[in-house]
Every structure is written in C-alpha cells, then in structure tokens.
C-alpha cells in the first residue's frame, strides 16, 4: 500500500476506506502519519513556514489521538485532510505561477493573515518574485557568517516590504521568516550555482 500512494503524494478517498476496513486501525494511522512526516520533512529543506504548520497540524492529530481525545476513525480523517491541504497548498502555488522556491517565500509573506488580506495573491507574488530574484543576486556560499551581507540582505528585505505596503507592524515579523527561509535556500543556490 506505501508504494502507490507515495508517489502519488497522498491519500484519498480509497485510502480512507481500505484504512478504515482495515482491522489493525492502529498501522493505518501509523502509516499515514509516517507518510505525512516523510513528506513534511522533505519540505523542511525547501519551504519552512509551509513544514512548520503541516509539523503542528499532524503533531496536533497525533496527539489528540494518543491521549484518547478522538478515535481512529476521527484521527484518520484528520490525517487525510491535512494531506489534502498540503496538496491544496502546492497546488495554490502552481496556480499562481510561482516555482517552489517562490512559492516558499510566498508562504512566508503569508504567515500574517492582516497582509493577506491587504495586499492579497497578486501583490504578495509580485513580492515574492522579488524576493527571489533579490536575494538570488546578493547570496554568497558563507553569506551566514557575514554580518555585512545579512544586514544587507535584512535591508533589501525591508525595502521589498515597503515598496508594496506591507503592513509596517508586521515587518520585522515577516523580515525574520523571510531570511529563516532565505538561510534554507541559499545556501542550496550557493552551492549549485542558482544564483544571479
């Protein structure tokens, strides 16, 4: 059963009723969360904020499961629909035209509900585009360990941010989260040549 729905990326409806058939409930809720975390972890090396709340959202029905909050049947709902909505997440992204490494800064412009709905997709993926481009152009292999090339990079950051009017409240929360999630990429642009 892992086989098929691994490289269909995850579990439907079919899933959920031969899980549910299943008399050993307990190895399809492992299975499924061992899929899910096997998931989660690949996206950890791309898309920080994205690997984060899926994290929470499966550690969350894991544990309401273990201390006996809910059934199985009702864990292995759960599991299913954070599946769906990571889909429904990448799924967003291509819509709107973004490669993943665009699509993880998106994510990151997105963790403040207020800028969602102020400046809404359009802007937030003019953001985001910038974002790459930007920091594409200024990364170096130990741009981590030079103060001056972070300052710099924090700066190009908050120029991107107000250029677009994103709320000022709420820019140094979403300037930390976007150079969090620049330290994830870069260091693989620097290191396969992607930059510039």
């Known amino acids: 059963m892992v086989p098929e729905l691994r490289g269909c ?21 492992e299975t499924l969360r061992k899929l899910l975390a096997g998931e989660i972890h690949g996206s950890m090396r791309t898309n920080l904020v994205r690997a984060r709340s899926f994290a929470e959202m499966l550690e969350r029905s894991i544990r309401a499961y273990q201390n006996h909050a809910i059934e199985t049947a009702q864990v292995i709902d759960q599991l299913i629909e954070v599946a769906r909505q990571m889909r429904a997440a990448q799924k967003k992204g291509e819509d709107l035209g973004l490669t993943d490494d665009e699509i993880a800064f998106y994510d990151a412009l997105g963790v403040n509900d207020s800028a969602v709905q102020v400046l809404g997709d359009a802007t937030l993926t003019l953001i985001a585009r910038e974002l790459v481009k930007t920091l594409r152009k200024n990364v170096t292999i130990d741009w981590t360990a030079k103060d001056s090339v972070k300052a710099q990079l924090r700066i190009d950051v908050k120029r991107i941010l107000r250029k677009y009017h994103y709320p000022p409240d709420k820019q140094l929360q979403a300037t930390q989260t976007i150079l969090e999630q620049a330290e994830l990429l870069c260091a693989d642009w620097a290191e396969t040549g992607q930059t510039s």
Do not use: G, T
């Open 9 to 29: 990326f995850l579990l439907y409806a079919d899933f959920a009723a031969r899980a549910s058939a299943v008399h050993q409930s307990f190895l399809a809720v």
